[in-house]
C-alpha cells in the first residue's frame, strides 16, 4: 500500500481552496527512483547503456533537486489527482501552483471550488401573477402602422405641400458661379432645416405643375460651403407632385397581407398575435421577477473563476449574434468605441448576476426533486428538429443534439424550464408540497447540473444565460408561417 499523502487545506474568502501536499520520505524515495530513470534513457553516461545506469551513480551526478525538478510536473498531476480523491473534493476547474519545494517535496496550491447556492425560505417568495389585456384599439394600431409601412408614391393633381416628392428642373447660381443645373431632379419635401438648404424645401409648397418660381435663399454663416453668407437665386420649373398614398383597410388590403378570407380573419390573428407577445412578455417578466427574489433570499459562494467563464459565455452569445449580420465581435465593438478586453470587464456585473441567477435556479430544481426524462429529451430534440426548413437539414439537427454535449444541453433547458414552472407555481400563492421536494436545504451545485435558459434579476426569462438547443442547432427556428402578420411587413424605403 502506497504511504499516504500529506495533506493540510484551508478555504479562502474567495471561494477557492488552499491545498498543501508533501510526499512522505518513502514517496519521495520513489519519486527520484524515477526520475533517476528517465535521465539515464535520455543523458549518456560514460561507461553505460541507455537506461542502465545505477540509481546511485544517477543521483550523485545529478544531484537530489536536480533530478526531483525532472519529474515534479509529471507526479504533480498524479498527485493532486489521489489528494482529490483522498478530501472527497471536485475542484471547478484547474488549480493554480503556488509554491514548489522538494526538501521535503511540497505542492501548495490554490484549488477553485463549484460554486454553491443556499436557498433562504424560497415557499414565502411572492409575486403578483402577470396579467395580459389586448384591446381593439390595440389591433387597430398594428393594422395603422401595416398601412403606413405600405404606403405607395403616385402622381397628384394638386399644389405641392411638405411630405411631397416633387419632380423640377432647376438652375441655381450664387453669383457669378452656376451651383445646380438639374432636370427631372427628384425633391422630398422635408421642410425646415431639413432640405439641401434652409428655406428650399419650403420654397415649393403651393407650387403645381407646370408652375415656375424664382426664390432667392441665404447660406448661413456657419455653412460649409464656400458660399456661405452669400445669397443664391434659384428658378425653378415643377413638373410633378407625387405624394405618398395609403392602402386602405379593408378586407383587399387583408388578402394583400397573406392568405386571409377578410379584414375579419385579418383582425382575428393580429388579436392573437398580440396575446402571444405580450403573455410571453408578460411570463418573461414575471419569471425574472421570481429568480430575482430567489437570489436575494440566497446566499452564494463562487470562485473568480466562475465570472469569467459567464463573461466568455456572454461574450460567445454577442459574437453569434453580430456574426448573423455580417460583423466579427471585434469590428462590431470598435464601431461601439470599445475593445474585447474593455468590454469583458463592463459585462462583470452582469455576469456575475447571472451566475447567481442560475445557481439559485439549479439549487431550487435540486431542491424540488425536478428531473428530466429520456422522453422529454427525446421529443424535445424532435421538436426542434421538426421545425427545420428540409430533412437535410433536420439530419444535421439530430446528429448534433444527440451528441452526449447535444443532448446534456437540452435537458439542462428543459429542466429550467420545469423549474421556472414549479416557481411560477409557489409564487402566485400557496402551491402543493412537491413529493419529491427536498425543502430547501442547500448543496453545491456543479456546471453539469446548471440549467441552460434560466432568467436572471435584469433579465427575461427566455433569455438563454447558455445557448439553448435551438443555437446550438444553428437556428433552426419556428416553423414558418404561411401568413405574415401586420407587424412584420417590410415598410417601403424612401429616398430624396
Same mark, same amino acid.
Given at each position: ?7 493540510? =487545506? ?70 493532486? &489527482? ?6 472527497? %473534493?471536485?475542484?471547478?476547474?484547474? +488549480? ?38 389586448? =384591446?381593439? +384599439?390595440?389591433?387597430? +394600431? ?27 428642373? %432647376? ?139 459567464? %463573461? ?33 470587464? /463592463?459585462?462583470?456585473? =452582469? ?21 428530466? =426524462? ?9 421538436? %426542434? ?32 424550464? &420545469? ?20 425543502? +430547501? ?29 435551438? /443555437? ?25
Amino acid at each position: 500500500m502506497a504511504e499516504p499523502l500529506i495533506i493540510s =487545506t484551508s478555504k479562502s474568502a474567495d471561494h477557492q481552496l488552499d491545498m498543501t501536499i508533501q510526499l512522505g520520505p518513502e514517496r519521495t524515495e520513489e519519486a527520484l527512483h524515477r526520475a533517476a530513470r528517465q535521465v539515464s534513457q535520455r543523458a549518456k553516461i560514460r561507461g553505460f547503456r541507455p537506461g542502465k545506469a545505477p540509481y546511485a551513480t544517477v543521483l550523485r551526478m545529478f544531484g537530489r533537486d536536480a533530478l526531483l525538478s525532472q519529474i515534479m510536473e509529471e507526479i504533480g498531476d498524479e498527485i493532486y &489527482k489521489e489528494a482529490l480523491e483522498v478530501e472527497h %473534493i471536485e475542484p471547478y476547474g484547474r +488549480a493554480d501552483l503556488e509554491d514548489l519545494k522538494t526538501d521535503p517535496v511540497t505542492f501548495k496550491l490554490v484549488v477553485p471550488l463549484q460554486p454553491e447556492a443556499h436557498l433562504g425560505d424560497y415557499r414565502s417568495i411572492r409575486v403578483a401573477a402577470p396579467e395580459v389585456n389586448v =384591446t381593439d +384599439a390595440d389591433v387597430d +394600431a398594428v393594422l395603422e402602422r401595416a398601412a403606413d409601412q405600405r404606403k405607395t408614391v403616385q402622381a397628384v393633381e394638386r399644389a405641392a405641400a411638405l411630405g411631397d416628392t416633387v419632380i423640377v428642373d %432647376i438652375h441655381g447660381a450664387a453669383g457669378d458661379d452656376t451651383i445646380m443645373d438639374n432636370q427631372d431632379w427628384e425633391v422630398a419635401l422635408e421642410g425646415g432645416v431639413s432640405g439641401w438648404l434652409p428655406g428650399f424645401d419650403d420654397a415649393f409648397v403651393g407650387m403645381v405643375a407646370g408652375d415656375e418660381r424664382t426664390f432667392t435663399l441665404k447660406y448661413p454663416e456657419d455653412s460649409a460651403s464656400r458660399y456661405r453668407g452669400q445669397e443664391a437665386t434659384f428658378h425653378a420649373t415643377l413638373k410633378e407632385v407625387r405624394a405618398k398614398a395609403r392602402p386602405a383597410i379593408d378586407d383587399e388590403f387583408a388578402r394583400s397581407l397573406g392568405d386571409y378570407a377578410d379584414l375579419a380573419a385579418l383582425r382575428a390573428e393580429t388579436l392573437e398575435e398580440i396575446t402571444r407577445q405580450r403573455t410571453t412578455e408578460a411570463e418573461d417578466d414575471f419569471n425574472g421577477k421570481a429568480v430575482e427574489a430567489l437570489v436575494e433570499g440566497a446566499t452564494f459562494g463562487y470562485p473568480a473563476a466562475a465570472v469569467d467563464d459567464m %463573461i466568455h459565455e456572454m461574450l460567445g452569445e454577442l459574437e453569434a449574434r453580430v456574426s448573423r449580420v455580417g460583423y466579427n465581435l471585434q469590428d462590431f465593438l470598435r464601431l461601439q468605441g470599445m475593445t474585447v478586453e474593455g468590454y469583458h470587464e /463592463e459585462l462583470r456585473p =452582469t455576469a456575475e448576476r447571472r451566475l447567481k441567477g442560475r445557481l439559485a435556479l439549479a439549487e431550487f430544481a435540486n431542491a424540488e426533486g425536478i428531473t428530466v =426524462t429520456p422522453e422529454e429529451g427525446q421529443a424535445e430534440m424532435d421538436r %426542434i428538429a421538426g421545425a427545420a426548413a428540409d430533412e437535410g437539414r433536420a439530419t444535421s439537427i439530430r446528429q448534433t443534439l444527440g451528441s452526449e454535449s447535444g443532448q446534456r444541453l437540452i435537458n439542462r433547458d428543459l429542466r429550467a424550464q &420545469k423549474a421556472l414552472v414549479r416557481l411560477h407555481e409557489i409564487a402566485v400563492g400557496p402551491a402543493p408540497e412537491s413529493a419529491e421536494a427536498g425543502g +430547501a436545504e442547500s448543496r453545491a451545485v456543479g456546471r453539469a447540473e446548471a440549467p441552460a435558459a434560466e432568467p436572471v434579476a435584469g433579465e427575461t426569462a427566455r433569455s438563454p444565460a447558455l445557448p439553448g438547443p435551438e /443555437e446550438l442547432a444553428e437556428s433552426a427556428g419556428k416553423k414558418k408561417r404561411p401568413k405574415k402578420n401586420p407587424s412584420e411587413q417590410e415598410s417601403t424605403p424612401s429616398s430624396r
